[in-house]
């Protein structure tokens, strides 16, 4: 079985590359080299900062909601956390359990930031 090469043929046929000094020819691939690990050694340093980046605001906010959940629970158990007095229904029913919602809020936002961080940190890595 034989293959037919004409039409690679047909494009190399008036390839006719110049051949330079190979003295400059490898200044040439040496300047670019040094560009591309300089792109590299950026890119390393860009990735590094928002590593740290990324931990740093992973730790400030476990803190701030471990602040604010303890402080949610060093309040009275009767105590709620909003004072509408208004008699319709969902607004006694939202100031009687503000303290449940308040804590699942905060805990979302928790749970949020974290799979914020991880999606970041993955993304990042790339």
Not at 27 to 53: I, N, S
Not at 92 to 119: C, D, H
Request: include cysteine.
């Amino acid at each position: 079985m034989t293959q037919d090469y004409s039409d690679i043929d047909r494009l190399f046929e008036g390839f006719n590359p110049e051949v330079d000094d190979s003295r400059r020819f490898m200044d040439r691939l040496q300047a670019r080299f040094d560009a591309v690990d300089h792109v590299r050694r950026l890119q390393e340093t860009k990735l590094r900062r928002l590593r740290v980046a990324a931990v740093v605001a992973f730790a400030c906010g476990m803190t701030v909601g471990g602040v604010c959940m303890a402080l949610i629970f060093l309040q009275p158990a009767g105590t709620p956390f909003s004072g509408l007095r208004i008699p319709f229904a969902p607004l006694v029913m939202l100031e009687q359990y503000s303290r449940m919602g308040l804590l699942f809020l905060l805990s979302t936002l928790i749970t949020l930031g974290v799979m914020a961080t991880q999606r970041f940190m993955s993304t990042s890595a790339r």
